[in-house]
């Protein structure tokens, strides 16, 4: 049985980084890309970061159900796609949803089976010198983005499991713990193992 992860955090909190190392080192989880409507920055390719689209052709999809949920973050629209989700997960792959927390409330009211975690920095003030350090934004909109990250921040009670990403190494091994966890939890190894268990009983 195959299970979406929702990850969220504060821009800046290190979640994409923190992901994709995760992601490199087990086995049957995929990342979801998402579609957004904010411009590519340096670095980013069409598919892989994001599906890079324009604002009518997120309406559009948004008219045609093509999303699971979607949210406007800072001015921009982003949204998961459903048969991308509904395609992995029918094929027992474990599915990374890097969304917002509006995105997580709509998640989790469609899916049981879901684990949250929520991504924290160690301190506002490493994630404002993060934000300064990526060179991405002005200096209005890394206040504009701290100002966020603190709400963000008070919808943590909402999640599963709280990560500090104040080492990285150590956030990434947490990351994989809770997957590797969850994996192990009874509710999921009596169905993959149910054919051990009826064996070992009969």
Not at 48 to 55: E, Q
Not at 73 to 101: M, P
Not at 108 to 127: A, D, G, H, K, Y
Request: with cysteine.
């Amino acid at each position: 049985m195959s299970t979406l992860y929702i990850i969220c955090a504060p821009s800046g909190a290190g979640k994409t980084s923190l992901v994709a190392a995760a992601v490199a080192s087990l086995e049957r989880v995929e990342i979801s890309v998402s579609h957004t409507t904010r411009p590519m920055r340096p670095g980013e390719k069409e598919g892989i970061n994001y599906h890079f689209v324009n604002t009518p052709t997120f309406q559009s999809m948004i008219t045609h159900q093509d999303f699971l949920e979607h949210a406007l973050v800072f001015d921009n629209h982003y949204g998961t796609s459903r048969s991308f989700v509904a395609e992995k997960l029918k094929n027992n792959i474990d599915v990374i949803l890097e969304i917002d927390w509006q995105g997580a409330q709509q998640i989790t009211n469609l899916f049981q089976n879901t684990v949250s975690i929520f991504i924290l920095p160690p301190s506002m003030e490493i994630l404002s010198s993060r934000l300064r350090l990526r060179g991405q934004d002005s200096a209005a909109v890394i206040e504009k983005r701290l100002a966020e990250a603190r709400h963000e921040i008070q919808h943590y009670q909402e999640f599963d499991y709280l990560v500090v990403n104040d080492d990285f190494s150590h956030a990434v091994n947490d990351l994989k713990s809770i997957i590797t966890a969850h994996r192990l939890s009874l509710s999921l190894q009596k169905r993959t193992q149910a054919s051990l268990i009826r064996a070992l009983l009969a």
